[in-house]
């Protein structure tokens, strides 16, 4: 377990009465109702922090279960400014073994049970640890590893399997409480880790491939998948998985807008210290140079949520799982009250280079077909390469944009050839493009930015805040462009 931080008083228990199952049976009947009703019934286990969900007693001390369940109009507008943001989005909530076996865990299906009335897809994954190392010493059986990185010889990968079992059928028990339609998948197919420096790792596995199309199908149909730290090799038989790896793989395969990790810790502990929010790539740094500075535990995570982050999850949360409420709180308040990993958001841009011609052409035929683009040749396009920027995932070209400006009224920057691929769409990539380029506007002096689209100029006002305007503000030699293309397009701007 993650030592307390200095900055932040313990916020949980030290230890519950029943480590087993005592949460599912502190599960209120009426799971949707709102996020009050996740108040434990004891004052005792309530957050020494002050909740910045509808948690306001109007006493300031021990509040009563009476107290907790009162909700301001104010707290309700503030969460529900939030649901067209997540609706229909898909969160993964990693909950650690001894998170299943915490008094808080009766609370936490109950708001999970909130965030599906709101539209959030959630899948589960959860750890085994606590219950292992449980296993091991009632039947005094040696374990060779605990996380699930390490070699798991076969009485390790028996206990793992049996600990497994107990687990997800609380996790499912609990949810069948909340009148949570779930199931446990067997979606993960894997390989063994093999033999890594000398060392056979024997029955630990890392992800092959994920069935994704077995997860949506469930997704669609309101069922929760549950998914557990066992994969399946090819031939059929049980591996044992890092559950914050595979949260990570789920992330990717899943196209996941965010990892909720909820362990032991109030957050991502540095130095003794308590981030609140942290830039992947200053962790990744760290993880790097003093690992030490980080637990073990910690270390797994932080280094699956830069792994996650560098293949698309825009956003990583560590939450204290014994807290009442900071799933909540964390997932519908501004601040949070875990730590936030993100990812710089324009590290996958770069300037176009003469290599990319074809590759952009190509990315670009489509929307031209659809009239969504004007028609570049490829000549044209590497004549004026200076002006594109590309979005790249794993070298691969996703989106790209372009940015001109007019030597005749320099004051304005035309954003232009906007496109993200439709497999990568809706996943934040055209947001960066436009935010990028107006950046790159505003530092060479414009101020401000025009687009022109006959398709997309609601993506423009709606999503990027432009304002329709005349086309009389374009430049004579521009405007004398767009009166011989006849494609009238609308023109937007936006002040830099
Ligand atoms: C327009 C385009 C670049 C948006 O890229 P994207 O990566 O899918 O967009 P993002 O994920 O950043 O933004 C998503 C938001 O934009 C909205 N959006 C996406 N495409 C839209 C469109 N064509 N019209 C209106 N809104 C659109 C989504 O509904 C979503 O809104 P929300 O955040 O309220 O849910 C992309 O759809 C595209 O390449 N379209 C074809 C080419 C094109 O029309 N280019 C513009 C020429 S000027």
């Known amino acids: 377990m993650t030592p307390a931080p200095t900055t932040q008083p313990p916020a949980a228990p030290a230890t519950p009465a029943q480590p087993a199952a005592p949460a599912t049976t502190t599960a209120p009947a009426t799971p949707a109702a ?14 020494a922090a002050a909740p910045i969900l ?3 007693p109007t006493e300031p001390t021990a509040p009563t279960a009476a107290t907790r369940t009162t909700i301001k109009p104010v707290d309700l507008r503030g969460i529900l400014k939030y649901v067209p943001r997540f609706k229909d989005q898909i969160f993964i909530i ?9 008094e808080n865990f009766g609370n936490l299906l109950v708001d999970i049970a909130v965030l599906r009335s709101l539209g959030i897809k959630p899948v ?16 005094n059986i040696p374990i060779t590893d605990i996380i699930g990185t390490g070699v798991a010889d076969a009485a ?58 077995f997860l949506t199908t469930l997704i669609e149909k309101d069922i929760t998948p549950i998914v557990s730290p066992i994969g399946f090799g090819p031939d059929g038989k049980a591996l044992r998985i890092n559950s914050d790896l595979l949260a990570a793989e789920l992330a990717e395969a899943l196209r996941a807008s965010k990892i909720l990790y909820l362990s032991p810790s109030a957050g991502l502990v540095i130095k003794n210290e308590l981030r609140r929010d942290i830039a992947a790539t200053a962790l990744a740094a760290i993880l790097e140079k003093t690992p030490d500075h980080l637990t073990p535990v910690m270390r797994s995570k932080a ?33 949070g009250v875990g730590t936030l990993i993100y990812g710089n958001d324009y590290q996958q841009i770069r300037r176009a280079k003469r290599s990319d011609v074809r590759a952009i052409h190509n990315l670009l035929r489509g929307a031209v077909r659809r009239e969504e683009l004007i028609y570049r040749t490829q000549q044209a396009i590497e004549k004026n390469i200076d002006q594109f920027y590309v979005f790249e995932i794993d070298e691969s070209l996703i989106g790209c944009v372009s940015l001109y400006f007019y030597p005749d009224k320099p004051q304005l920057a035309e954003i232009g050839s906007l496109y993200v691929m439709p497999t990568h769409q809706a996943r934040g990539i055209g947001r960066k493009l436009v935010d990028y ?20 100029y609601s993506f423009f006002v709606a999503t990027m805040a432009f304002e329709e305007t005349t086309k ?6 521009r405007l004398k462009l767009y009166e011989v293309s006849g494609r009238n397009p609308k023109v937007l701007v936006k002040p830099l």
């Open 54 to 56: 509808p948690t306001l």
């Open 472 to 477: 009389q503000i374009l430049p004579e030699a």
């Open 124 to 139: 589960l994954v959860h750890g085994i640890g606590k219950q292992l190392r449980e296993l091991s010493e009632q039947r």
């Open 94 to 102: 990693a909950l650690d073994g001894s998170i299943i076996a915490d």
């Open 437 to 456: 380029a107006c950046l790159k506007a505003k530092d060479h002096g414009a101020e401000t930015a025009v687009a022109l689209s006959t398709q997309s």
């Open 303 to 335: 280094a699956n949520a830069i792994r996650a982050i560098g293949t698309g999850t825009p956003r990583v949360h560590l939450i204290d799982g014994r807290d009442a409420d900071s799933l909540l709180n964390e997932i519908f308040s501004n601040e």
């Open 156 to 213: 390790t990968l028996d206990l793992a399997i049996r600990a497994t079992s107990r687990v997800s059928h609380l996790i499912l028990e609990g949810l069948t409480q909340n009148a949570i339609k779930c199931a446990i998948t067997n979606a993960i197919h894997a390989i063994p880790l093999g033999i890594l420096h000398g060392i056979d790792h024997q029955y630990t596995g890392k992800v092959d491939r994920i069935d994704t199309g």
């Open 34 to 47: 709102s996020a009050t009703t996740t108040a434990p019934a004891t004052p005792a286990s309530a957050p």
